[in-house]
DNA sequence: TCAAAAGTGTTCTTTGTACACCCATGA
DNA sequence: TCATGGGTGTACAAAGAACACTTTTGA
């Protein structure tokens, strides 16, 4: 049955903006483009949406493909729907966002995608409008991250608070003041220290920490305020 | 050319959930379908995408045809993709917020889509998964009002406070102590006073204020904050 | 003159921010 | 013993929240 006869029908891919964090740096896994248009060119991971799939679980598909992971936080970010985004046919792409701990993923044995870390301040050239993708990624997890807690997502299951520091100081390119955040998350009351120490980084050694995952899901969607002046920040 | 061989291509439709604020009541404005399926039922205005449109000239043509506005505020919410959301045939549809001055809309004459506001706690049944795009665009809309200031969108040029602090009660259901609010406004210094009053609801009359443009465009991404906890009130 | 809505201030509490020194340890 | 990074506290400023009375004026 066709009813919606005289439509145009196109194409629709997902693209996966896929953040990472490894302890130290804040990165982005791109991947070399294996077909032509733009062929060898660095590019988002994406895919075209499968016929019995919905978006998230075609995000899911993807991200798991390139990084072998699942279960990692991944939210849809923007639909891209400009004619010619891409050059050979109009392709509506729907981007998502994924927060990884990059020490979990593990590349693929007999990987077809050539995918690579790359600093995120040190990005090249991507394909089409994955330029414009990546900016308002950026832009909205620092948005986010300024009032919920999703930057816990980058990292391991236990981790420092200077980890966690570092993590802030890259997502809003400024240093921040350990007193006054360490203060703030422990009025959030979302943090467990273990007795255990990472010694790897210095000799005194820092404590380990995890999430209360309780406290975490309740507050999820609550303001909470890590960041001073958010307002000025996520320009 | 056509190098994406083996892909399917699904529809693509843009729908819009359109609020608008009377100076009483915040309502919703929907349409009855005019064809199958689900003729005659209550539902979102959409319409598929253009060939040579992106999707927010898409979103405001199909703003425009129903309400003859153009340039009100217009801002893509998500795209929703489940296979099955259109029993038809697979449809891709990618929703948009508006916000607009009732006052402003005219019924088009000879209007097809025999559009209707609704009190917004008082919708009917929507066809497919509208009511799921406007639970979320409710909830998208409490969200970004907590922190930027959109409900002016809903506003007049010229209003008055009571008419603001009743729009912000509607919006998160709850009573605001209009000192409170006041002063939050005052200090975010957008507001200009007018030496005219409305009379048409106080003997005593209410003072108009109008936005201040160029602190309204500079404040727009800074973190204000309107509303006491709103972390309990965006459910 | 009175009913109905508009407008206005104060106190207290909480949160934010700026700032500098001691601690623990392995090399 | 000393260099390195980890950890802690205080004082002041700003913002948030709770709270009730006076003003205006048309009917």
Redesign the interface.
């Known amino acids: ?4 006869t005289d ?6 891919a997902v693209d996966c903006i896929i953040f990472g964090y490894d302890g130290e740096n804040l990165k982005l896994l791109l991947i070399k483009r294996g ?3 733009r062929k060898d060119e660095w590019s988002l991971m994406g895919g ?2 499968g ?5 998230y679980e ?1 995000a899911e598909r993807i991200l798991y493909q390139l990084t072998g992971l699942k279960e990692v936080y991944l939210e ?1 970010l ?6 010619d985004r891409d050059p ?2 109009r ?2 792409s ?1 981007a998502y966002c994924a927060l990884i701990d990059i020490n979990k993923y593990k590349m693929q044995i007999n990987d077809q995608y050539h995918p690579e870390w790359f600093l995120l301040n040190e990005l090249p050239r991507l394909i089409f409008d994955h330029d414009k993708m990546v900016d308002e990624a950026k832009r909205k997890i620092r948005y986010k991250a ?2 919920h807690p999703i930057l816990f997502e980058l990292l391991p299951k236990k981790f420092t608070i200077p980890q966690l520091q570092k993590l802030y100081e890259q997502v809003y390119g400024t240093t921040i003041d350990n007193r006054n955040l360490i203060r703030k998350i422990n009025s959030s009351k979302l943090l467990i220290r273990l007795d255990e120490k990472d010694k790897s980084s210095s000799k005194k050694g820092a404590f380990y920490f995890k999430l209360d995952e309780d406290k975490y899901e309740a ?1 999820f ?3 909470l305020n890590f960041i001073p ?4 920040l ?2």
Request: charged share 15%; net charge neutral; proline share 7%.
């Open positions: 049955m066709r009813l919606y439509q145009t029908r196109i194409l629709v077909f032509e248009p075209f949406i016929g019995n799939e919905n978006l075609a849809q923007k639909a891209y729907g400009t004619p050979i046919e392709t509506l729907v300024a009032i507050n969607q609550a303001f002046n958010p307002g000025n996520i320009g």
